[in-house]
């Protein structure tokens, strides 16, 4: 028997259906290289699935997911959502689904690439060579606690964590710090709030199980700065689902483009891959979107869920092989480009690549 994964396929809105199409050009081009079959399986979220059910997360499309190998997802929201009561809003189908699937641990590498340092607004000195992962805590924190709501004239949220929530994304984060420079820089704000103090008292007790990593503190006020002012000190920024949600959009701007980074929301039984960027309704349908983030998301989903090593590796060299020679959608037109493509160009370009890789 061959290799074959199911892959639940959410494209969304906006530009998502664009740069899935890019990445399914991709993943095709590299089962067939390596050797194993993918089947699609398309399913609704946010403001395409309401506009159709009624409702952001179709049942459905839940079922789906959990039957499946892994989710590929491209982005959600737009304008004419903006005023849906929050629990009909495409952006809570997305956080339902993170929720659903227990997807707890959202990793976000940052890598400059050689080819495009000059798209970053900072210094060549101070960016070159970036090689960070932000490992964001997805499933709790801001964004879930209760209570939360509207009364009368005043709206609240709470930020609340358990010892075992924090527990589990930390350990994610030392394990992965093993794996690359055995540095954990923990994000919070301990000197103003109880729920960050707990953060960092869990996470220094789980350091104790990586004696080799060297576990440090930073307030996020500092984190926010220090990440402009010397990205090159980070190695794994562990942080809560708030702060990582800010810092892992400041830290894009490190490579020039939001249009790079890929995510993988990863739980104990399900995965869930993304571009870090959101839907880009002013730039959709007009084949300039940048699928780089979606592409090498991809290439996470075949890493961390179906263990195809050798294809994801292809994909990434495949990325690279395409900036050296001068290929660039618009976001990074400015940055030696020999050939400016379009989406659908550039997807096709790095299949190609891939069809020629040979690890
Ligand atoms: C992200 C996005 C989402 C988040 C939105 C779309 C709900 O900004 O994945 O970073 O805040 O988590
Ligand atoms: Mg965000």
């Known amino acids: 028997m061959g290799r074959n994964y199911r892959i639940t396929v959410i494209k969304g809105d906006g530009i998502g259906p664009e740069i899935i199409d890019e990445a399914i050009k991709v993943l095709d081009a590299v089962s067939s290289v390596k050797g194993f079959e993918l089947t699609y399986i398309d399913a609704l979220m946010g403001g395409i699935a309401y506009d159709v059910t009624g409702e952001p997360l179709p049942r459905e499309t839940i079922e789906k997911a959990k039957s499946s190998d892994a989710v590929l997802f491209g982005a959600i929201g737009g304008e004419q959502w903006d005023t849906l009561p929050r629990q009909l809003r495409p952006e809570t189908g997305l956080l339902n689904l993170r929720k659903e699937l227990g997807v707890y641990a959202n990793l976000r590498p940052v890598k400059v690439f050689d080819e495009l340092v000059e798209a970053s607004t900072l210094k060549e000195d101070v960016i070159r060579g970036v090689d960070l992962l932000v490992v964001r805590e997805l499933i709790g924190g801001l964004y879930f606690g209760e209570p939360k709501g509207k009364e009368g004239n005043r709206a609240f949220n709470t930020m609340v964590y358990s010892e075992s929530e924090i527990r589990r994304v930390a350990h994610v984060a030392f394990q992965t710090a093993m794996k690359r420079n055995k540095k954990v820089c923990s994000v919070d704000k301990a000197n103003v709030l109880d729920v960050s103090q707990l953060w960092r ?35 794994v920024i562990l942080t809560g689902n708030i702060f990582g949600d800010i810092l892992s959009d400041e830290a894009s701007m490190l490579s020039g483009s939001i249009g790079l980074l890929p995510s993988a929301s990863i739980g104990d039984k399900f995965g869930l891959y993304e571009p870090i960027h959101g839907s880009a309704p002013d730039i959709a349908g ?54 400016i493509c379009s989406t659908s160009e550039f997807g096709s370009i790095i299949a190609n690549y891939v069809g020629k890789c040979r690890k």
């Not at 104790?208 to 010397?230: C, F, G, T, W």
């Open 201 to 235: 008292e869990v996470v220094t007790d789980v350091a104790k199980e990586y004696p080799e990593v060297s576990l440090s503190h930073m307030y996020v006020d500092n984190a926010a700065m220090q990440l402009i002012r010397d990205p090159k000190q980070f190695d």
């Open 286 to 339: 007009q084949g300039i979107a940048n699928p780089i983030a979606t592409i090498a998301s991809a290439s996470m989903m075949l890493k961390y869920a179906l263990g195809e090593v050798e294809a994801s590796e292809c994909i990434d060299w495949a990325i690279r092989e395409a900036l050296k020679d001068g290929y660039r959608t618009k976001d990074i037109s400015q940055y030696g480009a020999k050939e």
